[in-house]
């Protein structure tokens, strides 16, 4: 769903959670007298349970498109080798072949990216402009983090990712 | 190698005291409920406790840290602290050792091998340690402002700061007296300044980009091997410098050394990498 310029992505979890309430209030509603009195609060609150999600979605992605000009006339190209724990905080441009993705159906995708220097982990807190897969050549960028925010290897807090063509 | 140290034994044993512990603590749970002995349930999960507390040490030294390992001793205490009932205790304590058991070893081999804080140490680690010593007696001709250079190139590198490092390195590359008859480091200082300025305006590799001399490759960390191609060989070039001024910092300023540490786990990231 599109909103303004930011296509809303609501996680196959919140869908799911819908559906299994809206199927248990359907159920109790059709057994009881005193849920079918609450409906006027009980169906709202059912569709909160969508609109929550997508409004959480939509305030991330509108504030990491505001983001990424910013990071695209700050950061670095730098070779994944390089990124240590000294470059916490920096703005970097990573390119690389996606490896793995992980927890893409939270819409928190964590991808790891290697290039011919090494691989590291790039972490999303929303969901990517791009449907991007294993095998795909990508560019990130991103702020380098450290995994659990004071201790952990460094890791790329990614702001875009977006895949390239391959040479 | 890293982790082969006297230390990894240490770490052989901590690892088997996992399952030993949190097994063992079932065994005697299993055998005081056979012979019919009233004992607290949480004694023998005491075992569970400590295993879970070694698990997250060993969690903990290892650069790359498992979060799940790590609240292993939380859950340990939530599950064991409340009195419950005698068999479903000991059910309760014998899947929680399997699942410490499995942890272990996931730990083992997903998290890489123990390697406390390199950045935190206060000596180097091999075999960035070997290399500095190899090193160590071509860098008595150079000044100490040299040494600071090369101080502040790398550790501005490694901190991404870029800029700074070329327009650092530049300076000390024409400054050729500071550096003795090591006229190496002068190249090393103009290689770094190439890359960082290259890096700090996100430009690639041009066609042509300065090297080491034939006569340097004695003092390089990472031999250029015929079979690199292009890309291969400007980044060991980078390597190569990036070391080489690390080693001239390290054994010509003393001062120094604490900032360097800091930046320990980069160098033999250097090192040791692609």
Redesign the interface.
Known sequence: MKIGNIDVKVSIVAIAVFVVFTILLVAASVYSMDVRSQLIWLVPGLFMLLVIPMALNYMSRSQYAELKPIYEAEAKTVRVKLINENMVGKIVRVEGVVERVYFQFLNRPQYLVADRSGEISVKMFTSPDEDVKVNDVVEVLGQVIRRYIVTGDPVVNCVSIRKIKKE | MPGEGPGSNTHKWLELAVPLLSFGGALVAILSFTQGLPLDFRYPALGCVLASFVLAYLAWIR???D?VALTTPIYSLIFFIVPTEYMSGIILQLLYATSLTILVVRLKYRFGRPGMAL?GGKELAEPLRTYVEQTRDVWTGISPEAAHHATVAF?RF???E?GETAQRSGTAAGQPDDVGNTPCLTRAFMIVSEHATL??Q?LSRPATYRTFLPEDSGMLAKPLLPAQDD??GF?TTLDNALLLLFSAAWNASGEDRPHLL??Q??AQ??LI??
């Open positions: 650069p790359k840290k979060i950045s550790v490694a901190e991404g870029f890096m700090d996100s890309d291969g980044y800091t930046c786990a980069f990231k250097l990498g692609k």
